[in-house]
């Protein structure tokens, strides 16, 4: 599968906007749009996005294209929505471009009464409401999905965490784990803001 190693995190259903503008990019972006339209994202864990030579994490997310606009400096613009987790079994040459063996994860859900998910949402609507009373102009969340793996990642892709931290979420296999490692970190965020922000 051609691969995009990235500094951020891509979650399944999360959307992300690209702007490629590198030579190989250019070249996997039209291989891409001439065959399935998708490509894997991974997180950089050491080096940069433009050049080469970065060290990346094992784990992405399958990203597939869904608006394309060709550029006047022949670059590419694309919109691309995560479709589901990946696991790299092996790098390939990034010679034309990153390449990698790589094989979907499983997914599992262990939140049978929505007590995880439940958890989870409170936390995420507590750390909103923190930031919406420091900058009033912030809009209200968005109402999250009932189901656990859904959940899990649309929260994940709206809470305010490090790109190293969105890694360990979705690196986790199991929704109910997810949503109690979510929780947690967003706990963890809510007492910075407040001990900042004491008066807010």
């Keep these: 599968m051609p691969m995009f190693p ?51 994490f ?30 790299v079994e092996r790098w390939l040459s990034d010679d034309p471009f990153p390449q990698a063996e790589v094989t979907d994860l499983e997914e599992a859900a262990s939140d049978p009464d929505g007590s995880r998910r439940a958890r989870a949402v409170e936390a995420f609507a507590a750390v909103c409401d923190l930031h919406r009373r420091i900058d009033p102009r912030l809009p209200e969340p968005p109402e999250i999905d009932r189901a656990a793996v859904q959940a899990s990642y649309e929260i994940a892709a709206l809470a305010p965490i490090g790109p190293l931290d969105a890694q360990r979420v979705l690196e986790v296999a199991d929704a109910g784990d997810r949503l109690d490692l979510l929780a947690e970190l967003l706990d963890d965020h809510g007492r910075m803001l407040r001990a900042a922000n004491p008066h807010d």
């Excluded at 906007?17 to 996997?28: I, W």
């Excluded at 784990?59 to 696991?87: H, K, S």
């Design 58 to 87: 094992g784990v992405g997310t399958v990203a597939r294209v869904v608006r394309a606009q060709e550029l006047p400096d022949g670059g590419y613009a694309l919109a691309t929505v995560g479709m589901r987790r990946i696991r």
């Design 6 to 56: 990235l500094g951020t995190v891509l979650f399944p259903h999360a959307l992300l906007p690209l702007h490629v503008f590198e030579p190989r990019y250019r070249l996997m972006t039209q291989r891409v749009l001439r065959g399935e339209g998708e490509f894997g994202v991974v997180l950089i864990e050491r080096g940069s996005e433009v050049g080469g030579g970065d060290t990346r």
